[in-house]
């Protein structure tokens, strides 16, 4: 456990804010400290979490703190821990945080210490999402996080920022909304009388809510929490906000905030309604399968603009997400977890280097580009570095996220594993069809043109920092995926088990796994061990 | 009438009791003999003065909140003293206070008598405490009378402008329409209630006990119904719901700035102190009938007001249609009291709905004033275009107002509407609760728009030039203006810390 003098976890919220507000305060010539100590000190925290994150504590709370705001006879109070399943997320905000930090130090954008501000603020809010145990503040800091992504896609946003802001906001508002009711409407019906999700918890187990009340509620979170994460069809402000968002900002939201949702769906929507989960499930990997995976992976094969690719393979991605939710199991579980954080590395560095490749293109059309690796060697091998997490090549986080939704979704339903495998190939098209147009093969016309006005110069250290920092986190956990599958495991396994089995229909989905993620790269044949875990 | 009975109605003229109210009145002549007395040079002096002893006041009150005569009946039933007067009491001096700082700014722009201002200010909310406390019709309908006559003269105060005195004539008709539904609502209840046939008849129908004693013996009684719905009607004026808002674009419009912020919240939060009071004391035994009028009314409200605002391009128009859309949601609130378990915990809900109401209106509508072009009533959309460029603070404060307004984390309007929510859950009020969440998705988008007005618009080069002289305030001392920020600085910082941290506060208003 932590050894420190305060408590790491309401540090790592204020202190982002606190930068923020000192920011618009202060001279120019302080912006820069003290974002580096806004950004710095939040992943400094998150690393010394994960590092001492105990072992041995199944579902509970480790961290945990709890501080009156003035809400309690709604039974709300700032009641901030990690289990198992916050710390990786956690962890995550912290890390891409510092990334999209110091690429916006080195942006040199518009109105920076606005900028600057606005992204701790977001910070802030990222780091509160995932360490508040309380519903109510799980809710409160996504929207925190949520308000200055509307504010800087209008403000430093590219082409159509102000259509891009209005829609982002609209759907937004209307994902959060319906989340919102839903969460009263447990909190409600529960009788608990409190947003603890331990209370809630133990209210639930002791007295679950009604049938025909799961149901209506699980609907409400699943949408709510759908439109968040771009469950297809309610995808389209994604690649259009993506798109228009400055880099770090899409960074942010892509990468971490994004993540809400589904962090939403596993921790509170799962355990607490399972049998709502169940009725729905059928759906979801419906709508995942055909819409997220298959039609968006298409939609995505046809983009030219490769801010707008990204951004379509990410709500591509999001439908393995999805898939790995419907089976309701603790290995699809998990493998959402894995999933979730290594695709917020993977897909904040591909924005990040999507920018990079813009200033030294002028463009982002990947019919107007072309060897630009001759110019920029190290961009280029950055690039395809995160092309090939982007696919989930072994020796990337993403390979073992995918792999045990792969393996939880065959016992789940064969037919959508194969859809999702095929989906893998569509990304693969892609995915390297990008990395060739962009990098390699001879320059266009246009290129060759902005490259005579400006010789494009290869990745600066400014740039490659935050780059590396993402790039080794992706590593680090593909080669020692135990790190972060030990501790959603415990988490998963146990009341969390329990409680999703309770709903799930026996005959649809084996839950004779105990412990499948429980992978290690190290040893040979974990792919193997993997499958016959499940089987 | 006895001698004793004279005595028992003189001691129940517990003067104290209405010590606010009454050096209320004082300052308001004090404003008017100052003006006689003083130089010409020196009138400058009294909007300071005004200001002063409304502040003097507002710390008087809260010092003491907790008052002995809490919980008892004062002037023979004329008024009761409660928890939830002095919490109004000590609104509409905020709200007064505010207004008087506005009108300061606003005025000193123009060639018209100032001190009137003030004075009628300061008399109407007065008029605004006393109807908060009233236990009593007559003492309702008096002190409402008092408020809208106070508003005739206040709404049409700009009587160079024609908007403004076109605003005055259509306030006046409609308030002389709602004041009449009102008093002939009161006249049938009072009628109904002395008839000796009837059980349980009594000859003080007026008093709101005495009535709900009567209406508790005779239920489902005709013309109790329609005197009540008339009653009912009377108050919707005041709270501007559906379908007695027709005055509110036209009025909100015209009235100057400041005068439209006071009819926008303190004339709002008297009509629900008085809804609230009448629909849980006298009207309480006709919830039957009164909950399912007010849960028409809410929804029509909730959807009505939110359309409406949605084209709007007039700041004024948009600020008061967006404004009827606020009494539906705490309408909403209002209907979530009369449930049965929820009533306490709902009151507090609409209080506090009604507390972060002031802060953001005022905040917005302080931007607004400073703002305001020569023709007050013409204040478009587009003038705010680039303002966070020209003026970063106020597009700040604008900014935190209208996110409040629109109910979005981490400021003070999403605890407020949240508390609403969550005691509507609780009363069951799925339709209503599913009307209203759209209502928020839909408000997003006309204060968004507003906002990003505000801050993504580029400012044409025209405005700019014609946006810079007025910022000096025409040659006026900048005290009254850095006064002014100040103040929406609080009111910005306010709103932002109470969407996070109520504190105390949160406690006073919600465990009750």
């Given at each position: 456990m932590s050894e420190l003098p305060f408590d790491p976890l309401l540090v790592a919220i204020l202190s982002p804010l606190c930068a923020a507000v000192l920011i618009l305060l202060a001279p120019q010539r302080f912006s820069a400290p003290l974002a580096w100590l806004g950004f710095g000190l939040p992943a400094l925290l998150a690393l010394h979490t994960w590092y001492h994150f105990p072992s041995g504590l199944g579902g509970d709370y480790a961290f945990a703190s709890e501080y009156g705001t003035g809400l309690s006879r709604f039974g709300i109070a700032l009641h901030l821990g990690l289990n198992g399943i916050s710390m990786p997320l956690f962890a995550l905000a912290g890390i891409?945080?510092?990334?999209?930090?110091?690429?916006?130090?080195?942006?040199?954008?518009?109105?920076?210490?606005?900028?600057?501000a606005l992204l701790l603020v977001m910070q802030g809010g990222l780091m509160g999402v995932f360490a508040s145990v309380d519903v109510f503040f799980f809710y409160f800091f996504h929207e925190l996080a949520l308000i200055p992504t509307f504010i800087?896609?209008?403000?430093?946003?590219?082409?159509?920022?102000?259509?891009?802001a209005m829609k982002l906001t609209i759907y937004l508002t209307l994902g959060a909304m319906l989340?919102?009711?839903?969460?009263?409407?447990v909190y409600v019906q529960s009788g608990a009388q409190s947003f603890d999700l331990i209370a809630l918890r133990a209210a639930l187990t002791a007295q679950p809510l009604a049938e025909t009340v799961q149901h209506y509620a699980f609907g409400l979170l699943l949408f709510g929490f759908g439109i968040l994460?771009?469950?297809?069809p309610l995808h389209t402000w994604a690649p259009l906000g993506y798109g228009a968002a400055p880099s770090s900002a899409a960074m942010l939201h892509a990468g971490v905030l994004k993540k809400f949702g589904l962090y939403g769906l596993v921790q509170i929507a799962l355990p607490l309604m399972p049998f709502g989960a169940a009725k729905w499930v059928g759906l979801l990997a419906l709508?995942?399968?055909?819409?997220?995976?298959?039609?968006i992976g298409f939609v995505t094969m046809a983009q030219r603009d490769l801010k707008q690719m990204v951004g379509y393979s990410s709500v591509m991605h999001m439908g393995y997400a999805f898939l790995g939710l419907a089976c309701l199991s603790t290995v699809g579980a998990g493998g959402v977890v894995l999933l979730m954080v290594a695709h917020g590395l993977s897909v904040a560095l591909m924005f990040l280097l999507a920018t990079s490749v813009h200033q030294r293109t002028q463009t982002f059309d990947m019919e107007q580009m072309g060897g630009l690796a001759q110019r920029a060697p190290v961009l280029a091998a950055f690039f395809v570095a995160a092309t090939m997490a982007g696919i989930g090549l072994p020796g990337f986080a993403n390979f073992w996220g995918e792999l045990s939704i792969f393996v939880a979704l065959w016992s789940f339903s064969p037919v959508f594993t194969v859809v999702a495998v095929a989906g893998i190939i569509l990304s693969a098209i892609y995915g390297l069809r990008a990395a060739a147009r962009v990098f390699f093969g001879s320059p266009t016309a246009e290129f060759a043109r902005v490259a005579e006005a400006q010789a494009p110069a290869d990745l600066r250290w400014a740039e490659r920092v935050p780059a590396l920092l993402l790039l080794a986190a992706l590593l680090f956990i593909g080669f020692w995926p135990k790190s972060i599958s030990e501790p959603v495991n415990q988490a998963l396994s146990g009341s969390w088990a329990a409680a999703v089995d309770a709903g799930a229909p026996a005959a649809a989905i084996p839950f004779s796994a105990p412990a499948p993620v429980a992978v290690d790269a190290a040893a040979p044949g974990a792919r193997a061990a993997a499958f016959t875990a499940v089987d | 009438m006895s001698v004793e009975l004279l005595q028992a109605a003189a001691d129940s003229n517990r003067w104290g009791a209405i010590i606010p109210e009454v050096s209320l009145g004082c300052l308001a002549l004090l404003l008017l003999v100052l003006e006689m007395a003083l130089p010409r040079r020196a009138h400058r002096l009294i909007p300071a003065v005004a200001i002063v002893g409304q502040l003097a006041l507002l710390v008087g009150v809260l010092a003491c909140f907790n008052a002995p005569y809490?919980?008892?009946?004062?002037?023979?039933?004329?008024?009761?003293?409660?928890?939830?007067?002095?919490?109004?009491?000590?609104?509409?001096?905020?709200?007064?206070?505010?207004?008087?700082?506005?009108?300061?700014?606003?005025l000193a722009r123009r060639q018209l008598?100032?001190?009137?201002?003030?004075?009628?200010?300061?008399?109407?909310?007065?008029?605004?405490?006393?109807?908060?406390?009233?236990?009593?019709?007559?003492?309702?309908?008096v002190a409402l009378e008092t408020v809208t006559v106070g508003f005739y003269i206040l709404v049409s105060y700009f009587r160079a402008s024609p908007l403004s005195l076109e605003a005055g004539l259509k306030y006046l008709i409609t308030g002389a329409l709602s004041s009449g539904l009102l008093l002939f609502g009161i006249v049938l209840l009072y009628g109904v209630a002395g008839n000796p046939l009837l059980v349980g008849s009594t000859e003080s129908g007026m008093h709101f006990g005495h009535l709900q004693t009567f209406l508790a013996a005779n239920p489902d009684h005709f013309l109790a119904s329609l005197g009540i719905v008339l009653v009912l009607c009377g108050v919707c004026f005041k709270i501007g719901a559906f379908p007695f808002q027709i005055w509110i674009p036209d009025v909100y419009q015209g009235a100057p700035t400041p005068v439209t912020a006071f009819l926008a919240v303190a004339s709002k939060a008297a009509g629900f102190a008085i809804l609230l009071t009448l629909v849980h004391t006298a009207f309480a035994p006709y919830a039957g009938l009164v909950v399912p009028t007010l849960t028409v009314l809410a929804a029509l409200t909730l959807i009505f007001g939110n359309l409406a605002a949605l084209t709007q391009h007039n700041v004024k128009r948009l600020i008061g249609l967006s404004g009827v859309s606020h009494a539906g949601f705490l309408l909403l609130g209002v209907v979530a009291s009369l449930h049965a378990g929820s009533a306490a915990s709902a009151i507090g809900a609409v209080q506090f709905y009604l507390a972060v109401y002031l802060l953001?209106?005022?905040?917005?509508?302080?931007?607004?004033t400073q703002l305001a072009p020569a023709e007050d009533a013409t204040q478009e959309l587009d003038h705010y275009r680039g303002l966070a460029k020209r003026q970063p603070f106020l597009a700040f404060v604008l900014a935190v107002g209208l996110g409040s307004l629109a109910g979005i984390p981490p400021l003070a309007g999403f605890v407020g509407k949240l508390a609403i929510f969550i005691n509507a859950f609780d009363a069951q009020l799925y339709v209503l609760l599913g009307i209203a969440i759209l209502g928020v998705v839909v408000s997003i988008y006309y204060y968004f728009g507003w906002i990003r007005v505000a801050f993504f618009g580029e400012s044409t080069e025209s405005e700019t030039a014609a946006a810079t002289p007025r910022e000096g305030g025409d040659g006026q001392p900048c005290c009254g203006c850095c006064v002014t920020r100040f103040v929406l600085g609080l009111l910005a910082a306010a709103t932002l810390v109470l969407g996070f941290y109520q504190g105390g506060l949160g406690e006073w208003f919600f465990s009750r």
């Open positions: 891409v945080g510092l990334a999209a930090g110091l690429y916006a130090l080195q942006s040199g954008a518009e109105r920076l210490r606005l900028y600057l800087m896609v209008g403000i430093w946003g590219g082409r159509d920022r102000h259509y891009a989340t919102l009711v839903g969460l009263i409407a994460v771009s469950l297809w709508l995942a399968a055909l819409g997220n995976v298959l039609v | 809490l919980g008892t009946e004062t002037f023979n039933g004329l008024l009761v003293h409660t928890r939830d007067g002095q919490f109004m009491r000590v609104f509409f001096l905020l709200a007064s206070l505010l207004v008087s700082l506005l009108g300061a700014v606003s008598p100032r001190i009137e201002f003030f004075h009628i200010v300061l008399v109407v909310s007065a008029a605004m405490m006393l109807l908060a406390q009233s236990n009593h019709f007559v003492m309702l309908f953001a209106s005022f905040a917005v509508f302080g931007v607004m």
